[in-house]
Structure formats: structure tokens, C-alpha cells
């Protein structure tokens, strides 16, 4: 059984930081691509950042220039390092893990249940 889980939310006034760690546990044969999604009330999901296995990093339009995402493959851990924050970045973040279990030879996206920030103005 494979798990993904969030920690890092919180609240913090504009202008502040938040680091967010996501890490998948369990039965795993490889992790491939991880990242970042978030959902605020009355919006659809948005991409923040994605990482894949060598580095390589994608992000969307309203995480580039303040928001960093790195991993460490040897833990199976993705974060994501948020600066200069701004209260329309209040939202659940949702981290996604596309993961081969041992069990399987494909690889399957995988979602955390979802941690809250909140960024007061």
C-alpha cells in the first residue's frame, strides 16, 4: 500500500514564508515525478510546481519568482519553499506523487489529503 502525506500548513501573514514537505511511504518500487497542486474556495485546481526525477522543474504562472520546489529522492520526499506569500495564495496545497508499487509495473498518481494555508492580509 502506497501513502502520500502533507505536513507544513499553517497560517501566516503576507509577506511571510511556509516550507510544505510531502512524503510517500509504503510498498514502493520508484517514485517518478512529484509536485504541487492547490484548490482555493470557488476555484478549480491549479498547478503550483512540479519536479521530476533529475531536477527538472516546472511551475505555474502564480508560484514563479516566490515559490521553490526541490526533493530528495532518497527519501521520497518533495517541498516547496514559499516566500513573499500573498493572501490570494490562501488554499489547500495537495501534493501528487506519480509512483510505481511493487506490485505494479506502471506508474500511478497518487494525492495527499490536502494541507491548509492561509495567508492574512
Known amino acids: 500500500q502506497v501513502q502520500v502525506a502533507e505536513s507544513g500548513g499553517g497560517l501566516v501573514q503576507a509577506g511571510g514564508s511556509l516550507r510544505l514537505s510531502c512524503a510517500a511511504s509504503?510498498?514502493?518500487?520508484?517514485?517518478?515525478?512529484m509536485g504541487w497542486f492547490r484548490q482555493a474556495p470557488g476555484k478549480q485546481r491549479e498547478l503550483v510546481a512540479l519536479?521530476?526525477?533529475?531536477?527538472?522543474?516546472e511551475y505555474g504562472e502564480s508560484a514563479k519568482g516566490r515559490f521553490t520546489i526541490s526533493r530528495d529522492n532518497a527519501e521520497n520526499t518533495v517541498y516547496l519553499q514559499m516566500n513573499s506569500l500573498k493572501p490570494e495564495d490562501t488554499a489547500v496545497y495537495y501534493c501528487?506523487?506519480?509512483?510505481?508499487?511493487?506490485?505494479?509495473?506502471?506508474?500511478?498518481?497518487?494525492w495527499g489529503q490536502g494541507t491548509q494555508v492561509t495567508v492574512s492580509s
Open positions: 501528487i506523487a506519480a509512483i510505481q508499487a511493487d506490485d505494479r509495473p506502471y506508474l500511478v498518481d497518487y
Open positions: 519536479i521530476g526525477v533529475d531536477g527538472a522543474t
Open positions: 509504503g510498498t514502493i518500487f520508484s517514485v517518478n515525478r
